[in-house]
């Protein structure tokens, strides 16, 4: 893609993105910070596995705010059947998938234009969702996805990190 396909595309994402999520949509939170100097720039929770069913909407919201996706880069672990490529709103967006186990997703916007996204458990609860995804977009966060899910309580299957008095971090504990 050249420049001059889309010569305003924004370096960072607007503030208005932090709006209440409607349902039915994508619940999306992103950092709006202008540096992007965290790890991660925002945080997606899917509602199930099935990425033919949740990363339309994904992509959807976010052209809105950074013009047109051309790759999504997914774990292969954490999804349910992965096709190379999927139609949304009449562009195609191609995909790839790995088996990293890193609780992301990559989203290439251009040609080298990538944004890091935490990707929330769909089975996560509420609270728990809230507390990753507020970490995740928490200016100069250095936390990495796995610790960020670890710390909040938000995947039971690994367990939360032991602080320094030995008792085990709640979810409730982050501000």
């Known amino acids: 893609m050249a420049d001059t396909d889309n010569p305003h595309l924004p370096e960072h994402f607007p503030d208005e993105?932090?709006?209440?999520v409607k349902p039915?949509?994508?619940l999306l939170r992103l950092e709006t910070a202008q540096g992007r100097q965290g790890i991660l720039d925002g945080a997606w929770w899917p509602r199930s596995r099935d990425i033919v069913a949740e990363l339309p909407r994904l992509v959807t919201e976010l052209v809105r705010h950074l013009g047109p996706i051309t790759r999504v880069g997914l774990d292969a672990n954490a999804w349910d059947e992965l096709p190379t490529r999927l139609t949304v709103d009449d562009r195609v967006v191609h995909i790839d998938s790995f088996p990293v186990g890193d609780d992301t997703v990559l989203i290439t916007r251009g040609d080298r234009d990538h944004f890091s996204l935490l990707v929330v458990p769909p089975r996560a609860t509420p609270d728990a969702a809230r507390a990753a995804m507020a970490?995740?977009?928490q200016g100069g966060n250095v936390a990495g996805a796995e610790?960020?899910?670890?710390?909040?309580?938000t995947n039971p299957d690994r367990p939360r990190?032991?602080?320094d008095a030995g008792a085990g971090r709640q979810p409730d504990d982050l501000t």
């Open 24 to 26: 039915g949509t994508a």
């Open 17 to 20: 993105i932090q709006r209440a």
């Open 161 to 163: 990190r032991v602080d």
């Open 147 to 153: 610790q960020i899910l670890i710390d909040t309580g």
């Open 135 to 137: 970490k995740a977009v």
